[in-house]
């Protein structure tokens, strides 16, 4: 009781009704409180915890790295082999010209260090982004945040940016050849996981080529694995100019990406030189972590299931009386009730049946489903029918 008080005095708040959940430990796909109730990850703390908690194959090769070597230098300067490796490891799995890997600290961070390498390529200046898109919560990042409300406060933000519609082909036309970048989101995550029309990202890479513009691809909560493909670059058959990636990237510990071609990188090295900086991009303990979860991936089936087992939540839940409609790509899901305040009703109580639930930035009607992707299909089972036990109770 006393740490929750001093989390709400000293910790700096952003809601008025944070989860309050005080977490002891956490293993798979379960937490626990210091009184030893259980909590089932709904969400892998929003699409980071994929291989699941308490890793063995990650957190023995934390340790192992912690007692090499934590941080020796700034970004860039000095060779370290995790970052080197995990590198390479992206690279070899991401279509061509994808081969250069920038890493950061956080998503917002990856996609600013993408938007100002794309400035610096093009030479151009504007930016054209999606309604209900969320990239993050930095100055650049916010700015090409498709939501009114959030944006309104902080302006000044930077300028020269245009909001368009997703999956509206009729509106590529404002891609021009002062663009220099688009950045979408295969799958809206916050928008309330919203797909691309596989048709749709084709036209928007063709526009882009046209007229010069980069695509960038904001797949921070897309990748390993949550879609059933290891990236959704990769499902949709579509690749970017510039690729970004965070959340999953870094195993648990914090780490970002943004990755380009060879050639456009190259231009954050001139006029001037160190076009982005970062003290601790890259951190050696970050990308250990975040290889020994890639590799834990890449040698289980767990991608390969994402999409069965996502479907096996969406065949339980269907059909329900509360719920209007599932939207789902792989193991990422959105359950539509249609009504703001039953879905917080609805997710308040979940907590006290134990779950850790989360609802969306632009989507406050529905609820997500995102478990680490190593759940078994016993814990769908339960977990289903804890949710429905629950969500009976408003009918
Ligand atoms: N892009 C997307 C699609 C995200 O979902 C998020 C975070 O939720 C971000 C960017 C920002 O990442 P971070 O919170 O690590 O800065």
Same mark, same amino acid.
């Given at each position: 009781?006393?740490?929750?008080?001093?989390?709400?005095?000293?910790?700096?708040? @952003?809601?008025?009704?944070?989860?309050?959940?005080?977490?002891?430990? $956490?293993?798979?796909?379960?937490?626990?409180?210091?009184?030893?109730?259980?909590?089932?990850?709904?969400?892998?703390?929003?699409?980071?915890?994929?291989?699941?908690?308490?890793?063995?194959?990650?957190?023995? $090769?934390?340790?192992?790295?912690?007692?090499?070597?934590?941080?020796?230098?700034?970004?860039?300067?000095?060779?370290?082999?995790?970052? !080197?490796?995990?590198?390479?490891?992206?690279?070899? !799995?991401?279509?061509?010209? &994808?081969?250069? !890997?920038?890493?950061?600290?956080?998503?917002?961070?990856?996609?600013?260090?993408?938007?100002?390498?794309?400035?610096?390529?093009?030479?151009?200046?504007?930016?054209? $982004?999606?309604?209900?898109?969320?990239?993050?919560?930095?100055?650049?990042?916010?700015?090409?945040?498709?939501?009114?409300?959030?944006?309104?406060?902080?302006?000044?933000? *930077?300028?020269?940016?245009?909001? *368009?519609?997703?999956?509206?082909?009729?509106?590529?036309?404002?891609?021009?050849?002062?663009?220099? $970048?688009?950045?979408?989101?295969?799958?809206?995550?916050?928008?309330? !996981?919203?797909?691309?029309?596989?048709?749709?990202?084709?036209?928007?890479?063709?526009?882009? @080529?046209?007229?010069?513009?980069?695509?960038?691809?904001?797949?921070?909560?897309?990748?390993?694995?949550?879609?059933?493909?290891?990236?959704?670059?990769?499902?949709?058959?579509?690749?970017?100019?510039?690729?970004?990636?965070?959340?999953?990237?870094?195993?648990?510990?914090?780490?970002?990406?943004? *990755?380009?071609?060879?050639?456009?990188?190259?231009?954050?090295?001139?006029?001037?030189?160190?076009?982005?900086?970062?003290?601790?991009?890259?951190?050696?303990?970050?990308? @250990?972590?975040?290889?020994?979860?890639?590799?834990?991936?890449?040698?289980?089936?767990?991608?390969?299931?994402?999409?069965?087992?996502?479907?096996?939540?969406?065949?339980?839940?269907?059909?329900?009386?509360?719920?209007?409609?599932?939207?789902?790509?792989?193991?990422?899901?959105?359950?539509?009730?249609?009504?703001?305040? &039953?879905?917080?009703?609805?997710?308040?109580?979940?907590?006290?049946?134990?779950?850790?639930?989360?609802?969306?930035?632009?989507?406050?009607?529905?609820?997500?489903?995102?478990?680490?992707?190593?759940?078994?299909?016993?814990?769908?089972?339960?977990?289903?029918?804890? *949710?429905?036990?629950?969500?009976?109770?408003?009918?």
């Amino acid at each position: 009781m006393i740490l929750r008080q001093l989390f709400l005095e000293h910790v700096g708040q @952003t809601s008025e009704n944070p989860l309050m959940i005080e977490i002891e430990r $956490a293993e798979g796909i379960y937490m626990y409180s210091p009184d030893g109730k259980r909590y089932t990850d709904l969400i892998s703390g929003v699409t980071v915890s994929n291989v699941g908690h308490g890793n063995k194959y990650v957190t023995d $090769a934390v340790c192992r790295q912690v007692n090499n070597y934590m941080h020796l230098m700034v970004y860039g300067e000095v060779v370290e082999s995790p970052q !080197v490796r995990y590198a390479q490891k992206l690279a070899s !799995v991401l279509p061509d010209p &994808l081969e250069s !890997v920038y890493f950061v600290n956080s998503g917002s961070e990856a996609v600013e260090g993408a938007l100002k390498l794309a400035k610096r390529y093009t030479g151009r200046t504007e930016l054209v $982004a999606f309604k209900n898109a969320y990239h993050g919560s930095t100055h650049g990042a916010l700015s090409i945040m498709g939501g009114e409300e959030f944006r309104n406060a902080f302006r000044p933000l *930077i300028p020269g940016v245009r909001h *368009i519609n997703f999956n509206a082909a009729e509106e590529l036309k404002y891609i021009t050849s002062k663009t220099a $970048a688009v950045i979408v989101e295969p799958v809206q995550g916050e928008g309330g !996981v919203r797909p691309a029309d596989p048709h749709y990202l084709k036209a928007l890479r063709e526009r882009c @080529t046209e007229t010069g513009a980069l695509l960038i691809f904001d797949e921070i909560q897309t990748a390993f694995g949550r879609t059933g493909e290891l990236f959704a670059t990769i499902k949709y058959g579509v690749t970017p100019d510039i690729l970004v990636l965070a959340k999953a990237l870094g195993g648990g510990m914090p780490l970002g990406a943004f *990755i380009s071609s060879q050639v456009i990188m190259e231009s954050l090295k001139t006029n001037p030189m160190l076009g982005h900086i970062t003290t601790f991009g890259g951190h050696p303990v970050c990308c @250990t972590a975040g290889l020994a979860a890639f590799e834990y991936l890449m040698d289980s089936e767990i991608t390969a299931e994402a999409d069965r087992k996502g479907k096996m939540f969406e065949d339980i839940l269907t059909g329900h009386p509360l719920i209007q409609e599932i939207r789902r790509t792989g193991l990422l899901l959105a359950v539509e009730i249609g009504d703001e305040g &039953l879905n917080q009703r609805i997710i308040r109580d979940f907590v006290k049946e134990g779950l850790v639930p989360d609802t969306f930035l632009f989507c406050e009607s529905a609820f997500r489903i995102a478990p680490p992707l190593i759940i078994t299909d016993e814990q769908i089972k339960e977990t289903c029918g804890t *949710i429905i036990a629950s969500m009976n109770k408003f009918i």
